[in-house]
């Protein structure tokens, strides 16, 4: 487990921080607006964290590469595709973050949040379909770590319009 640092977000010098997990999910977009939201209401900073997930390559290190190379390039993608988002909804002036890793996406988190003592608070966008809020929500809200997650989990319904939204923030 990776050892998780005293939040500083309200002390001089530093400032807080919303993690967003950025992926091609409809969901992605509520929680976007709602941290955008809370941003615009009481300062902070967006953090967009892209994870690109191992494949199985094992004999095929140049495959590998390849994979990563074009997530990477898909991830840099989303983050100017949800700036513009933001822009068009009136957050454009909300200060953003781009982070890339590369790893299983709740350890990967939990890095993330292990490296900046800023970050306060993760938001998720709750998948809206009869499978369920998805698998990221399921993992981290009501998993295993849910008890135990190292900041508090903002969960945001993945149908709210954005006039919502910006009402709740």
Same mark, same amino acid.
């Given at each position: ?76 993608? /989303? ?8 822009? /068009? ?13 590369? *790893? ?20 998720? *966008? ?33 149908? /709210? ?9």
């Amino acid at each position: 487990m990776v050892e998780i640092r005293k939040r500083r977000s309200f002390e001089a010098g530093h400032a807080r921080k919303f993690l967003l997990i950025v992926d091609e999910s409809q969901e992605v977009e509520s929680a976007l607006y709602y941290a955008a939201a809370r941003i615009a209401h009481s300062s902070g900073t967006l953090v967009m964290l892209y994870v690109i997930e191992p494949q199985d390559f094992q004999h095929w290190a140049g495959v590998k590469q390849v994979q990563i190379d074009e997530e990477t390039i898909k991830a840099k993608a /989303l983050f100017r595709m949800f700036k513009r988002k933001l822009g /068009l909804a009136g957050f454009d002036v909300i200060p953003c973050e781009e982070v890339i890793r590369k *790893g299983q996406k709740p350890e990967q988190i939990l890095s993330v949040i292990a490296d900046d003592e800023d970050i306060a608070i993760l938001v998720l *966008g709750a998948a809206i379909d009869q499978k369920g809020p998805g698998p990221l929500v399921s993992a981290l809200a009501a998993g295993r770590l849910a008890g135990t997650f190292p900041i508090p989990i903002t969960i945001v319904p993945g149908n /709210l319009a954005l006039e919502d939204i910006k009402a709740l923030a």
